[in-house]
């Protein structure tokens, strides 16, 4: 059987993603009537008030340089200074990318290099309050991705009391590009991960100037999805993200996995060596720097997701993530992070052989060989319905699930915070036209909407119960970006993850409940067999 690659299992959630298009730009809030001026230290921004009065938004706020000539493959750099009002009524360019997932609907002006644009939403109050900070961090493998999907639009979600915050950053080849002649010109003798330094701007620029929105740069909280969550790890780890953020949010994914693994920063030089001398004939820095952004694209576009990844450059990680959380010297903060029921299907193990327990038991055999019987008691089926649960809950484990959890478990033990965990299975609605066979499920990314309380941007039948789970999650979140604990008046309670008390995990439905994490086993014969790396 041939090995699913983590190119293949990002493809194959599109038939997933396919089913949830036609999302509704128009449905999230009403016409902006009326402008307001706010300083930065740049220079003065012109942003919109939302039509019912309560909601503020600047877009497209520059927050680095653009990143290009000389800049191409260097850490962010300051802004220049403007004089007069820039127009920040709509969001700046998206990172350069191709068009990989059908569930992206983006609504700026359009891919560019010149990417290095935040967003951020207020609620209508004096401008002295001293609001919590939500910082997002879209996901996309660090190939795609940007901050004007309607899914996430801040302007719900800051009506709960906080300030919200979206930045965008490199991708791909213009992110994360490691070359020899880059480490050498390097005054830290690194390359590599330009995407993440991108962030770490970001939360200075949110440091420095969030204070006159009326946000407290002293209780700001990162959180993101898929690869945002993968980065909120990462940034936990760094030394240079320390200090610029007090609590941290994690959707379905880490760095303690092999979905996007990190590689040494000499892998990353030889990687991206090769490519380029391959796919546009010189491994020449300044050769390369002469190339349009357009050829860069083009010769990069097919390359499988990862190509050009995170790397331990030994500045901004100056080891890896589990070394780093091992020793307890990742950032100490409160940590609230989980996945969903549904990250992945059966097609890992089974590739496209029935669900069948006959199948379920041959392909277990071949995979794991020896080990075989102790993969079948933590992952059990008597049945072919069993079986195939069984094959996608291993699909989702090794995806996300794995990664998520050994991130909870290592930041439960050496953090010095407090840690609380999250199952996300709330079953997303049928959608029109679904094709014979459809089940529905709590797939990759849906959660997303639910917590930024914009279930009308998607052209799905949501009924009431869905939207009382967005409501719930909304307050979880903010209350969590507000204090460190996500409880409050009226919401069930969600104890902490700890050892002492089984592990409790906070199960999201129309019927939340919390239960000790009774599949534990599962994750420790991952961690037993290989599955950990970064």
Request: aromatic share 10%; with cysteine.
């Amino acid at each position: 059987m041939k090995p699913t690659t983590p190119g293949a299992v990002w493809k194959r959630r599109m038939s997933h993603w396919a089913l949830c298009l036609g999302l509704l730009p128009g449905a999230l809030a009403a016409q902006p009537v009326s402008r307001v001026t706010v300083h930065v230290k740049d220079g003065d921004l012109e942003g919109v008030v939302s039509g019912d009065g309560l909601v503020r938004t600047f877009k497209g706020i520059p927050y680095a340089a653009p990143p290009v000539g000389k800049l191409r493959w260097q850490p962010p750099q300051p802004v220049e200074p403007w004089t007069g009002v820039r127009d920040a009524s709509a969001y700046g360019p998206r990172a350069m990318q191709v068009h990989l997932w059908d569930d992206m609907f983006f609504h700026d002006s359009g891919p560019s290099e010149d990417c290095l644009y935040l967003n951020l939403w207020m609620p209508e109050k004096p401008a002295t309050a001293k609001l919590p900070v939500m910082v997002w961090i879209y996901g996309g493998g660090f190939v795609a991705g940007g901050t004007s999907e309607a899914r996430q639009d801040g302007g719900n979600l800051c009506k709960k009391g906080v300030l919200v915050v979206s930045m965008g950053y490199r991708l791909g080849a213009f992110g994360f590009l490691a070359l020899p002649g880059l480490t050498a010109a390097s005054p830290h003798h690194a390359s590599g991960n330009y995407g993440l330094l991108d962030m770490v701007a970001a939360l200075h620029w949110v440091h420095d100037n969030i204070a006159t929105f009326g946000g407290d740069p002293d209780n700001v909280t990162i959180f993101g999805e898929s690869a945002g969550s993968f980065s909120v790890s990462i940034l936990m780890a760094s030394p240079l993200a320390q200090g610029l953020f007090q609590r941290a949010i994690g959707e379905s994914g880490a760095m303690f996995g092999r979905t996007l693994p990190a590689r040494s920063l000499a892998e990353a030089e030889a990687s991206g060596a090769k490519f380029m001398q391959e796919k546009l004939g010189s491994a020449s820095v300044e050769a390369l720097r002469t190339k349009s952004a357009q050829e860069i694209m083009d010769a990069t576009a097919k390359a499988p997701i990862g190509s050009f990844g995170l790397c331990v450059d030994g500045w901004f990680l100056p080891s890896s993530c589990t070394e780093i959380y091992t020793a307890g010297t990742q950032s100490h903060v409160p940590l609230l992070a989980g996945w969903n029921l549904d990250e992945d299907g059966y097609e890992d193990l089974l590739g496209q052989d029935p669900p069948t327990l006959s199948n379920y038991r041959t392909h277990v055999e071949e995979r794991f060989g020896d080990k075989a019987d102790a993969f079948l008691k933590v992952y059990p089926a008597t049945n072919d319905a069993e079986a195939r649960r069984a094959a996608a809950d291993f699909g989702s484990d090794k995806f996300i699930g794995y990664s998520a959890w050994k991130w909870i478990d290592l930041q439960a033990a050496t953090g010095g915070s407090p840690v609380y965990r999250y199952k996300f299975e709330e079953l997303m609605p049928k959608p029109a036209g679904a094709p014979v066979g459809w089940t529905p499920k709590a797939y990759h990314s849906c959660e997303i909407e639910f917590v930024f309380r914009v279930l009308g941007s998607k052209a799905l039948p949501f009924e009431p119960r869905h939207h009382q789970v967005s409501e719930l999650m909304a307050s979880y979140w903010t209350n969590f970006a507000k204090t460190g604990n996500p409880n409050g008046p009226g919401l069930p309670i969600w104890p902490r993850y700890s050892p002492r008390d089984g592990y409790e995990v906070m199960h999201l439905s129309a019927q939340p409940s919390v239960a000790p994490d009774l599949q534990r086993g599962r994750y420790e014969f991952l961690d037993a067999n290989g599955m950990g790396k970064n």
